[in-house]
């Protein structure tokens, strides 16, 4: 499926066009099948985790000597869009690869690297990112979950909200505050192994207006009990920096999704009006709708070659926390514009929950919300002006 027709972008190398055709097949035969199933049980399978890992399709940016694929984003990125343009919005895995991994392999000891990635690369390890608390989300600071020094470890009190991965993660890491009177230099990353931790417990796996499937979820820590070892890297008061760090590639990952759901957008809807009928007449032959995919085939192209530019200069470190903020803020503003006039092609059936399209619409909704409202998007890229 490529409605754009673009030329192969210059950061596209031939071993990601093999991986593209790779996972390309693996999605369409042990993934697709299955997500009817998946949405009418509201979360996919716990082995679809290994099943990915198996496919080579976790932590593909991950160097080999810690069980990845040893590639770069770019890896990440040409799997993360295979996903959406099969309709895969509501998968944690370009998550668990592109966010929780990444902050392991930057900021963690060797120790800690060579006990987690290789078990987040083969999906024996589930991993999540818990900043969110009930009450706070986009002002970071006012996290109140707190990691107190106990002996020679931890003991970990709070709760979080709105988790990807929520009830399949094993391996979470956790934002809280080492120190609740420095401010944002008092706050670290922990760790957190679930597997048989006392005082963890998983809340309700969240109903929700899109991402059906995503098993987004509430979490609690009460007295969870915490080896040295859990801080992430080798010292307290690091996590603000470590989060900012990493944040440009957390919405470049978005984007990517953001951009993925539009080509699938537009691949359903010109099938669909090609077919349809009404008035003696195909719903393409009507000039509006010739127009208003026209308008929507020139956006995209214009959403993608963005995306295109913003992935080069992120894979040779280049890309800025300005750049990825617009890409995070506009890239998803567009979904939504161009998702909506696309349903409006479809009719009634675009209302409906069967046709793929009613999905996308509303799974698209997010995407303006979490990574960073493109609200804080627009604060941080004001901040340039
Ligand atoms: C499906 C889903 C999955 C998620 N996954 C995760 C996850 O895995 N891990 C995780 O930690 N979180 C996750 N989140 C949480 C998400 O990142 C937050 O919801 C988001 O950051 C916004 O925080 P909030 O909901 O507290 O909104 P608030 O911060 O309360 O914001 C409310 C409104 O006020 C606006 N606002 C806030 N501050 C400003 C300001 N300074 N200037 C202008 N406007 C402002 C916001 O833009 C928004 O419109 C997820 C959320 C959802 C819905």
């Given at each position: 499926?490529?409605?754009?027709?673009?030329?192969?972008?210059?950061?596209?190398?031939?071993?990601?066009?093999?991986?593209?055709?790779?996972s390309r097949r693996f999605i369409a035969s042990e993934l697709v099948p299955h997500?009817?199933?998946?949405?009418?049980?509201?979360?996919?399978?716990?082995?679809?985790?290994?099943e990915?890992?198996?496919a080579?399709?976790?932590?593909?940016?991950?160097?080999?000597?810690?069980?990845?694929?040893?590639?770069?984003?770019?890896?990440?990125?040409?799997?993360?869009?295979?996903?959406?343009?099969a309709?895969?919005?509501?998968?944690?895995?370009?998550?668990?690869?592109?966010?929780?991994?990444?902050?392991?392999?930057?900021?963690?000891?060797?120790?800690?690297?060579?006990?987690?990635?290789?078990?987040?690369?083969?999906?024996?390890?589930?991993?999540?990112?818990?900043?969110?608390?009930?009450?706070?989300?986009?002002?970071?600071?006012?996290?109140?979950?707190?990691?107190?020094?106990?002996?020679?470890?931890?003991?970990?009190?709070?709760?979080?909200?709105?988790?990807?991965?929520?009830?399949?993660?094993?391996?979470?890491?956790?934002?809280?505050?080492?120190?609740?009177?420095?401010?944002?230099?008092?706050?670290?990353?922990?760790?957190?192994?679930?597997?048989?931790?006392?005082?963890?417990?998983?809340?309700?796996?969240?109903?929700?207006?899109?991402?059906?499937?995503?098993?987004?979820?509430?979490?609690?820590?009460?007295?969870?009990?915490?080896?040295?070892?859990?801080?992430?890297?080798?010292?307290?008061?690091?996590?603000?920096?470590?989060?900012?760090?990493?944040?440009?590639?957390?919405?470049?990952?978005?984007?990517?999704?953001?951009?993925?759901?539009?080509?699938?957008?537009?691949?359903?809807?010109?099938?669909?009006?090609?077919?349809?009928?009404?008035?003696?007449?195909?719903?393409?032959?009507?000039?509006?709708?010739?127009?208003?995919?026209?308008?929507?085939?020139?956006?995209?192209?214009?959403?993608?070659?963005?995306?295109?530019?913003?992935?080069?200069?992120?894979?040779?470190?280049?890309?800025?926390?300005?750049?990825?903020?617009?890409?995070?803020?506009?890239?998803?503003?567009?979904?939504?514009?161009?998702?909506?006039?696309?349903?409006?092609?479809?009719?009634?059936?675009?209302?409906?929950?069967?046709?793929?399209?009613?999905?996308?619409?509303?799974?698209?909704?997010?995407?303006?919300?979490?990574?960073?409202?493109?609200?804080?998007?627009?604060?941080?890229?004001?901040?340039?002006?």
């Amino acid at each position: 499926m490529d409605v754009l027709n673009l030329p192969r972008p210059s950061w596209m190398s031939e071993d990601l066009v093999l991986l593209e055709e790779q996972s390309r097949r693996f999605i369409a035969s042990e993934l697709v099948p299955h997500i009817e199933r998946w949405h009418e049980q509201g979360m996919m399978d716990r082995k679809v985790w290994n099943e990915l890992g198996e496919a080579g399709l976790l932590c593909a940016g991950i160097p080999e000597q810690y069980g990845g694929a040893g590639g770069t984003f770019a890896h990440e990125a040409v799997i993360n869009r295979e996903f959406t343009l099969a309709g895969l919005d509501s998968l944690g895995a370009p998550l668990h690869s592109g966010i929780v991994a990444p902050y392991i392999l930057k900021y963690g000891t060797e120790e800690q690297k060579k006990r987690w990635l290789p078990k987040l690369a083969t999906g024996e390890l589930v991993g999540a990112i818990a900043m969110t608390e009930p009450g706070t989300g986009s002002d970071l600071q006012g996290v109140k979950t707190n990691a107190k020094k106990s002996g020679n470890g931890y003991v970990l009190n709070g709760s979080k909200t709105f988790i990807t991965n929520g009830q399949h993660a094993n391996l979470i890491i956790v934002v809280a505050k080492t120190d609740p009177a420095a401010g944002a230099k008092g706050t670290s990353l922990m760790v957190v192994e679930t597997d048989g931790a006392e005082g963890f417990r998983r809340g309700r796996k969240l109903k929700k207006l899109g991402m059906d499937w995503a098993d987004t979820s509430e979490l609690f820590f009460e007295d969870v009990k915490l080896p040295a070892e859990a801080l992430l890297g080798e010292r307290e008061g690091e996590g603000f920096v470590q989060l900012m760090q990493e944040l440009p590639q957390e919405r470049l990952i978005v984007a990517t999704g953001a951009v993925g759901m539009i080509e699938h957008a537009l691949a359903l809807t010109i099938d669909y009006v090609k077919t349809r009928q009404a008035f003696g007449k195909k719903i393409i032959e009507f000039q509006n709708t010739q127009f208003v995919l026209a308008e929507c085939k020139s956006e995209a192209t214009v959403a993608r070659v963005f995306l295109d530019h913003c992935i080069e200069r992120h894979v040779k470190g280049e890309l800025d926390t300005v750049t990825a903020s617009m890409a995070k803020y506009w890239l998803t503003d567009e979904l939504g514009r161009i998702v909506d006039r696309c349903l409006q092609l479809f009719g009634g059936y675009g209302f409906m929950d069967e046709y793929p399209i009613s999905r996308i619409y509303r799974d698209a909704r997010v995407m303006r919300i979490y990574a960073g409202t493109n609200e804080i998007m627009k604060l941080l890229i004001a901040r340039s002006l």
